[in-house]
């Protein structure tokens, strides 16, 4: 049982180069989360899926798309990455039950923008 | 103003100490979270929260619906217990919103 897994773990990225960070949970899970966590900023929440085929914004979506084709994947996409970029990423899921499941957290995906 | 606020946001104490972490949020929820980060570590999941109390171990977090507020408890805390705590609410619309974290170390 793998829980939630996210590629890459680590990537180097000039400004203005695109790339897609991958979560995949194998838990069935409704619920999926991107977010970002800076130092002293604590964790914010970038996009949100609640169900496969949906998506919404969270605190800080600007620069980011996603998509949620299958229900076990949800993909954060930078189109053109910018410095301020730089960041560590988390991806959470949780199943849905009256409104809130218990939380499981990818690794995480350190991101650098040169 | 945040819609989670923490406190404090950095605490040391000594082993054996009794703990206590704070939680305040403004919105309405339907489930609140604790969350435990090492340093340099992945994000582990403590305690999932809708009212009352509960008690894992040494840990133990209770939450006021009408007051808005959770706290997070540490008996006989230990150094393996420094690492950052993270509370997070659950709003209505299943939008997860995280508090800053309180930064905990406990010197042996």
């Known amino acids: 049982n793998a829980g939630v897994t996210q590629t890459p773990k680590f990537r180097v990225l000039k400004t203005g180069q695109s790339m897609t960070l991958l979560c995949a949970q194998d838990?069935?899970?409704?619920?999926m989360y991107w977010y970002r966590q800076d130092p002293g900023m604590g964790l914010r929440l970038i996009h949100y899926?609640?169900?496969?085929?949906?998506?919404a914004k969270g605190e800080v979506p600007d620069g980011y798309n996603v998509s949620r084709l299958k229900k076990q994947n949800f993909l954060l996409g930078l189109e053109s990455a910018a410095p301020s970029q730089t960041s560590v990423y988390f991806c959470a899921s949780s199943y849905a039950h009256r409104g809130a499941g218990e939380l499981f957290f990818g690794e995480g995906s350190r991101l650098t923008v040169l | 103003k945040n819609e989670v606020e923490q406190s404090p946001q950095n605490l040391t104490a000594q082993e054996g100490e009794f703990i206590t972490i704070n939680c305040s949020y403004s919105v309405g929820i339907s489930a609140l979270h604790w969350l435990q980060q090492h340093p340099g570590g992945g994000i582990v999941s403590l305690f999932m929260?809708?009212?009352g109390k509960k008690k894992h171990g040494r840990l133990i977090a209770t939450i006021n619906i009408q007051e808005k507020h959770s706290s997070l408890h540490i008996t006989a805390s230990h150094p393996r217990d420094s690492a950052v705590y993270i509370c997070?609410?659950?709003?209505?619309?299943?939008?997860?919103?995280f508090g800053a974290g309180t930064i905990l170390r406990v010197k042996s």
């Open positions: 997070a609410v659950m709003e209505y619309g299943n939008k997860l919103v």
């Open positions: 929260l809708s009212s």
């Open positions: 838990m069935n899970h409704e619920y």
């Open positions: 899926s609640v169900g496969e085929g949906t998506t």
